[in-house]
């Protein structure tokens, strides 16, 4: 079975503070991808990677940064936590189409 | 530009009974992948359920079926024989035409099943 691992389940931070979420594949997966899910809204891209080093903005980038240095991790960064960016966040990996993206089970970041 | 559409933000079923999540899309690619997903209160996405557009016949995996009407857009994902489990939140997704292999979701369903 193919797993994706999200370094947290629950974080909280500060305004202002670095915040990095972790997430790695153990499937070899060119494709990674970072959501943010916020109620009513359903999940939104906020970047993603199709290989190492590379990386493409999404829907939403602003506030966030991406890092990519192995093929397994994929990082997301906010570079100066703010309150709105409290949210659920999702990591997903997918082989090539039209096999199924799968998800890290999230990880809740409260900002305060 | 591609577009999913969820207009059933909560739904109410008795265990036991069918439902049915309703969900358009608008592409204007010839080809194109539908997608379900559960995702528990616990926030784990769950993948139910896969239609492609040149697929023949509907898509099915034990009680879930995917009514797939390509004229009218829909992809419907129907619940057969509701479970106490099935208590969750429902996306409908699709395969974006860039971005790599990323998905564009709809908004949720929000399905409650009541004994």
């Known amino acids: 079975d193919v797993k994706v691992t999200q370094s947290s389940r629950y974080l909280v931070k500060r305004t202002g503070e670095k915040v990095f979420l972790e997430c790695v594949q153990d499937?070899?997966?060119?494709?990674m991808f970072w959501y943010r899910q916020d109620p009513g809204l359903g999940l939104r891209l906020i970047y993603f990677?199709?290989?190492?080093?590379?990386?493409e903005k999404g829907d939403i980038p602003e506030g966030y940064s991406v890092s990519r240095e192995k093929k397994e991790r994929f990082s997301l960064i906010l570079e100066s936590a703010s309150t709105n960016q409290t949210s659920m966040y999702l990591c997903?990996?997918?082989?090539?189409?039209?096999?199924?993206?799968?998800f890290g089970d999230g990880t809740r970041l409260s900002i305060l | 530009a591609q577009k999913i559409t969820q207009t059933q933000p909560g739904m109410f079923v008795q265990e036991k009974e069918a439902v049915t999540l309703d969900c358009t899309y608008d592409?204007?690619?010839?080809?194109?992948?539908l997608f379900w997903y559960k995702q528990p209160s616990s926030g784990e996405m769950i993948f139910l359920i896969y239609?492609?557009?040149?697929?023949?016949q509907n898509a099915t995996e034990g009680r879930y079926s995917l009514n797939f009407q390509k004229a009218r857009k829909s992809a419907n994902l129907v619940i057969s024989a509701s479970q106490l489990g099935d208590s969750a939140m429902y996306f409908c997704?699709?395969?974006?035409?860039?971005?790599?292999?990323?998905?564009?979701f709809g908004k949720g369903t929000t399905l409650s099943v009541s004994s």
């Open positions: 997704a699709m395969r974006r035409n860039q971005a790599g292999t990323a998905l564009i």
């Open positions: 997903a990996s997918s082989p090539p189409p039209p096999q199924v993206p799968h």
């Open positions: 499937m070899d997966h060119e494709n």
């Open positions: 239609q492609g557009s040149y697929d023949q």
């Open positions: 990677s199709y290989d190492v080093k590379m990386k």
């Open positions: 592409t204007s690619d010839p080809s194109y992948g």
